[in-house]
């Protein structure tokens, strides 16, 4: 789903959300984003740049602090780079995960351009959005993606012997799907949550990629409610398309909003966010 009227409508993040949302895997949505280098927690982290499609692709690396690790490229979404992705980013790398926090928008704009989600609302976020958005086509998605995987095989606390995730949320959602369609030798995990274009007729739309994924990789497809009330014939069509791919995808709808998953998303729903994070390290474990 993902429109403007859903999206600003929501309620907003008071202090006491917050409060509760560090107890999430003992993780806090307000930790800043890293510098240049930084070490805590047994991590090492560094804002990257490097040269892709488009132009200067930017993120967080994060990663433990010895040893060479599977990768895992985390797609933010619509409020774009900003502490409370870097610190799910994070928490993938204290559970021995190499983890890129990218820039979605390294094609128009540089870094962080928004504090966290209630900024975005406040600050006519959609509207500034929009023109980035409509540069990431599927097809410029699919071009980044490729970039992306050949960065982090270079990366020595990357394990290139062991396949890399990824992870999208809201409007990249169907870039996880994008990506491992693009990049099957690689990329052998996808998780999508409350994602946003995953259903379409095009030949690039997420519904019909699901087939080009790797006979070996892993799916999840986390629907909020909401979307699904919305819209209850997506599941179908994802599960029907699902049952016909090689890969082993799972279709679900979880008791949580659109943006039920997000440290700083005004509808943060703790018992599902949990839920899903130990679905998605369960389907990490069994394919990278």
């Excluded at 907003?12 to 070490?39: E, H, I, L, S």
């Excluded at 559970?95 to 926090?101: M, N, P, Q, W």
């Excluded at 406040?122 to 509207?127: L, Q, Y």
């Excluded at 990329?187 to 946003?196: E, P, R």
Aim: net charge negative; charged share 20%; proline share 5%.
């Amino acid at each position: 789903m993902c429109n403007q009227e859903q999206l600003t409508g929501m309620g907003r993040v008071n202090r006491r959300q917050f409060g509760a949302m560090a107890g999430a895997g003992a993780v806090a949505a307000c930790a800043p984003m890293a510098g240049d280098t930084a070490k805590a927690g047994g991590v090492v982290e560094n804002n990257v740049t490097f040269a892709a499609p488009g132009g200067t692709f930017d993120g967080v690396f994060i990663h433990p602090a010895d040893g060479s690790h599977p990768a895992v490229i985390l797609w933010p979404d619509i409020a774009g780079l900003r502490p409370a992705k870097v610190q799910m980013g994070r928490r993938l790398a204290e559970a021995g995960y190499a983890v890129l926090v990218a820039n979605p928008y390294y094609r128009s704009v540089t870094g962080q351009q928004f504090e966290d989600f209630d900024d975005w609302r406040s600050n006519d976020g959609w509207n500034k959005v929009t023109p980035w958005r409509e540069a990431n086509t599927p097809e410029a998605v699919q071009e980044t993606a490729r970039a992306v995987v050949a960065w982090l095989d270079a990366q020595d606390a990357v394990d290139s012997d062991r396949g890399i995730g990824n992870q999208g949320y809201c409007m990249t959602g169907s870039w996880t799907i994008l990506a491992a369609a693009a990049v099957p030798s690689r990329v052998k995990a996808a998780g999508s949550f409350h994602g946003g274009g995953l259903v379409g007729a095009g030949a690039l739309a997420p519904v019909n990629l699901l087939d080009d994924m790797a006979a070996d990789a892993h799916g999840l497809i986390a629907i909020a409610q909401d979307d699904d009330a919305e819209n209850p014939d997506a599941k179908t069509t994802l599960r029907a398309a699902a049952e016909d791919a090689a890969a082993d995808i799972e279709v679900e709808v979880f008791a949580g909003d659109h943006g039920w998953t997000v440290l700083d998303s005004p509808v943060y729903s703790e018992p599902e966010a949990e839920r899903a994070w130990a679905r998605l390290l369960e389907m990490y474990s069994e394919a990278l």
